[in-house]
């Protein structure tokens, strides 16, 4: 298989951002592609953004950081969607996602490795009805993408070890550590993490402690942040979604029960920092 030298990335969300990012300051020719044109405006304000504040503290030159930016094509147009390599980085939906996957494939044919983002789906039950499955795998990075040092590659049952090994050498060339995982519900770090946030909302449930204490006291025991914080920057739909995903892979066991804290907050709307509130108000 030949070098990957254009990453094309679906959505442009909280990860697909980053990870768009990350792909054009790394040199490779790059691709943001989302259906909502409001989303893809807010992305290219914040890779600028996130690019000038490179530059200000000399992490990147004013050249570098104009290259990166003009490497990323950002677009509406399924059209436009060819590239060697697809991270696929939308909403975390089974269906979405495959029906999305089966399109690029008509676009992109067998060459191209197509890998998905998701936390929690499994990589499996994704490449299940793919044309092409032995280019299909995992490539899970963490937020925010283009400072979180690990990237878990994952290996569903049908991918091959070339895919497998493009996948690592691009977290590579992104400066990344990537650690290749067998599909497992939760991959590594979700389904290690899930106790850090699930315990931390029961504990608020029954009244134990709050929001703030729970963080404060988690931020002073050694944690760059505290639960109820990372929930909310990494978006409560999303940590819930995985949270009732990993539940239910692993048959329902009493202790990883989804939040109905957490729960209510979904259903209301209030998803974290990306709607400007969720444990705490960001408005
Ligand atoms: N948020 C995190 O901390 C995190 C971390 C690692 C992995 N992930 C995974 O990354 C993926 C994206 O999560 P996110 O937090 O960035 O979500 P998000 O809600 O911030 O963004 C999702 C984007 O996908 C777009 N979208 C939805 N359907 C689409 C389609 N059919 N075609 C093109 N674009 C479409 C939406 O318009 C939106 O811009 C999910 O699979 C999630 O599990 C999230």
């Excluded at 191209?112 to 793919?130: K, M, Q, W």
């Excluded at 929930?231 to 990883?256: C, F, H, T």
Aim: net charge negative.
């Amino acid at each position: 298989m030949a070098k990957i030298q254009s990453i094309l990335v679906c959505g442009a969300g909280t990860m697909g951002a980053g990870i768009a990012q990350l792909s054009a300051v790394s040199g490779y020719k790059t691709i943001l592609f989302d259906l909502n044109a409001d989303m893809l405006t807010r992305a290219e304000e914040q890779i600028g953004a996130q690019l000038k504040k490179m530059e200000e503290k000399g992490i990147i030159s004013v050249e570098a950081s104009s290259a990166a930016f003009g490497n990323i094509l950002f677009t509406t147009d399924l059209s436009l969607c060819k590239a060697d390599l697809i991270i696929e980085a939308i909403v975390e939906n089974a269906a979405i996602k495959k029906d999305l996957f089966n399109k690029l494939a008509t676009l992109n044919g067998r060459e191209t490795v197509y890998a998905s983002n998701t936390s929690s789906i499994s990589i499996n039950s994704l490449a299940e009805g793919f044309i092409y499955p032995s280019q299909f795998a995992g490539m899970h990075f963490f937020n925010p993408a283009p400072i979180m040092k690990l990237v878990e590659v994952i290996q569903g049952e049908q991918s091959s070890s070339a895919v497998i090994d493009i996948l690592v050498s691009v977290a590579k060339e992104m400066k990344k550590t990537a650690v290749r995982c067998n599909d497992a519900p939760g991959f590594i770090v979700n389904r290690v993490a899930r106790h850090f946030y699930l315990e931390a909302m029961y504990m608020v449930e029954k009244e134990y402690l709050t929001i703030a204490e729970a963080d404060a006291i988690m931020e002073a025991a050694g944690f760059k942040m505290g639960p109820f914080a990372l929930m909310d920057l990494i978006g409560l739909d999303i940590n819930y979604g995985v949270s009732n995903i990993v539940w239910e892979a692993l048959q329902k066991p009493k202790r990883l029960t989804p939040s109905t804290l957490q729960k209510e907050k979904v259903e209301a709307g209030d998803l974290g920092k990306k709607t400007g509130k969720g444990f705490y108000n960001y408005l």
